[in-house]
């Protein structure tokens, strides 16, 4: 558990890394970061079905990360966060070039934590029986669309704005 735990914080501060590296401006920095995880997650999961045929479908369960307690639903859903922060954060990036002196306000960012917290939500929903070795209940997609569908409109209203 504690060698999971430290991979899964690893792998995020590499990640981290790419982008400080990749780029010097906090926002531009933010979606290489966000573009990375991303691209990071889908070559995951389609190795993993390669190399051992599973996932055997998006339907799987899966526990994502253990950091602050057990995240599980079925693969589907971080595929799509992983797609919404692919396509979300190219955009940003080749917006940004256009608009280099403006930037999200405030609201922005608190949507966009709301969206996520409502993401995290739904992956956290089951925490309990996962962290007892149990079956999962039911996934809480309404909660997660919620999040995830609101997100990324919000996030095309303000990037539209910025033009």
Excluded: K
């Excluded at 057990?70 to 693969?75: C, I, R």
Aim: hydrophobic share 55%; with cysteine; proline share 6%.
């Amino acid at each position: 558990l504690n060698t999971e735990m430290a991979r899964e914080a690893a792998t995020l501060l590499m990640l981290l890394g790419v982008a400080m590296v990749a780029e010097r401006r906090p926002l531009r920095r933010f979606a290489v970061f966000a573009f990375c995880f991303g691209v990071w997650d889908l070559v995951y999961y389609a190795t993993l079905h390669v190399a051992l045929g599973w996932p055997a479908s998006l339907m799987d369960w899966d526990v994502l990360f253990l950091i602050p307690a057990p995240w599980s639903s079925p693969v589907l859903a971080p595929v799509l966060v992983s797609l919404a922060l692919v396509g979300c954060s190219t955009l940003l990036l080749r917006r940004l070039d256009e608009t280099a002196g403006q930037s999200f306000r405030a609201r922005d960012w608190l949507v966009q934590i709301a969206a996520g917290a409502l993401i995290v939500a739904s992956m956290l929903w089951n925490a309990g029986p996962v962290d007892r070795s149990e079956q999962p209940g039911e996934f809480p997609w309404w909660v997660f669309l919620l999040g995830l569908l609101g997100g990324v409109a919000y996030f095309l209203r303000a990037l539209e704005r910025m033009r």
